[in-house]
Structures are given as structure tokens and as C-alpha cells.
């Protein structure tokens, strides 16, 4: 069945890299998405990543995929206050389909 | 002009009360979206029209009207809500239709409680 998956938790150090991860269920899925939502706001696009790349570099934002675990994540380098917001895994075939989202909470 | 704008932000209805939530954008997109998003929840997709057409209603109930006037402009008409209907909508557009792998954009929410 479709289902994408996400830790729903993640507690990380200001300044530290955090790393997000995502399994996904659709092998043809060509896009696969990360957003952000910040508190009472709407989704934003973060990055995305074709599904014939490894690893795309944006800024402090990595993403990395896995096409044969169907593993994707999403690291973010120097994470700041302004980096806490849920981030919701996405694959996209015939719909969108989001992961449950995973809360990044920033320690000071 | 890269936003999808929804109107308003916030609204507070009865449930005997006849509501719109707006949504626009003007990218050109020819795909727009209506999801329903409960606290810590991911968004679930109620609607689609791909040029201007429904395309799809993932068995919304009939209190909940989407309408799409032109390729623009996104509502979605609510009569006799009830309060578990309380939610943050989210419209999104793509360029084209469902199936075609391009990026969705979303707006930022209206965020409805019904009393």
C-alpha cells in the first residue's frame, strides 16, 4: 500500500547537523519532496530531489537518496531557532503522498 | 508572482452558518488542490481540478462544495460544518494535473474552528 514513513521526533543542539529521515513506498515515484511547516503556517517547499540522483546540495540543506531501500533524508547543516517546524516527507505519483511529518525541536 | 494566496487566515463559524474559503494564484497552474490538515497530522487531500474540471473528490461529505470559477481562482463553499470539521485547509496548485510529478504550492492556510 502507499505509505511513506517518518521518525515523528527529533531533538538537535543549535549549531549541530540534523538529519531527517524517510522511507518511501512508490518505486515510481520520480519526485520525491521535503517541506517545511512552521507553527499555524502553511506547507513550503524546501528541496526535492529527482529519483535518478543520489544526493542534491542546497545551501545547508543535503538530501540523499537511497533508491533501492527507498530511503530518503534530509540533513541540515548549523541548525538554528528558526529551523524548528515539522518536515514533511512527500512522493508524488498519482498524488501527493505525505509522510506523518517529523517535529525538529531545537535545543540551545 | 510565485504564491498561492488563501482568504482569510482565519475564520470562526456556526454550524448553521454558509462560509467560502478563497484560494488564487497566478502562476499559470493549471492544477488547483483542497486539503484538509488536523493538528499533527499530515494534510489529507479533499479535492482536485485539473482545468477547471473536478477531477477528483476523495469522498468528501456534501457540506464541503469546491468550485473553481476559472483557472485562477479555488472556494470551497461550507454549509452545516460540524466542530470535528475544525481544521487548517490548505490549497496548493501545480502546473499540471495529478500524475505528472511536478511541484506542488501551497498557500497558507485557512484556519477554520466551527462552534
Known amino acids: 500500500g502507499e505509505d511513506v514513513e517518518q521518525s515523528l521526533f527529533l531533538s538537535v543542539r543549535e549549531g549541530d547537523s540534523s538529519v531527517i529521515n524517510c522511507t518511501y513506498t512508490?518505486?515510481?515515484?520520480?519526485?520525491l519532496y521535503w517541506y517545511k511547516q512552521e507553527p499555524g503556517a502553511g506547507l513550503q517547499l524546501l528541496t526535492y530531489i529527482f529519483s535518478n540522483m543520489d544526493m542534491k546540495q542546497d545551501q545547508r540543506l543535503t538530501v540523499l537518496l537511497n533508491k533501492k531501500d527507498k530511503h530518503l533524508s534530509l540533513r541540515i547543516a548549523d541548525t538554528q531557532t528558526g529551523d524548528s517546524a515539522i518536515y514533511f516527507c512527500a512522493e508524488i505519483g498519482d498524488k501527493i503522498i505525505f509522510g506523518k511529518g517529523t517535529r525538529l525541536h531545537i535545543l540551545p | 508572482d510565485t504564491e498561492v494566496t488563501q482568504t482569510p487566515k482565519h475564520l470562526v463559524m456556526g454550524m448553521t452558518n454558509k462560509k467560502s474559503l478563497k484560494c488564487e494564484q497566478h502562476?499559470?497552474?493549471?492544477?488547483m488542490y483542497w486539503y484538509k490538515q488536523k493538528a499533527k497530522k499530515p494534510p489529507e487531500l479533499m479535492f482536485v481540478?485539473?482545468?477547471?474540471?473536478?477531477?477528483i473528490n476523495e469522498s468528501v461529505p456534501s457540506r464541503f462544495s469546491p468550485e473553481c470559477p476559472n483557472s485562477s481562482l479555488l472556494n470551497l463553499h461550507l454549509h452545516a460544518l460540524q466542530p470535528e470539521d475544525s481544521a487548517l485547509y490548505l490549497c496548493?496548485?501545480?502546473?499540471?494535473?495529478?500524475?505528472?510529478?511536478?511541484?506542488?504550492?501551497f498557500g497558507s492556510g485557512t484556519r477554520l474552528t466551527v462552534v
Open positions: 481540478y485539473s482545468y477547471e474540471k473536478l477531477s
Open positions: 496548493a496548485s501545480s502546473q499540471e494535473g495529478p500524475g505528472l510529478n511536478y511541484g506542488y504550492t
Open positions: 502562476m499559470g497552474h493549471r492544477a
Open positions: 512508490d518505486s515510481s515515484s520520480t519526485y
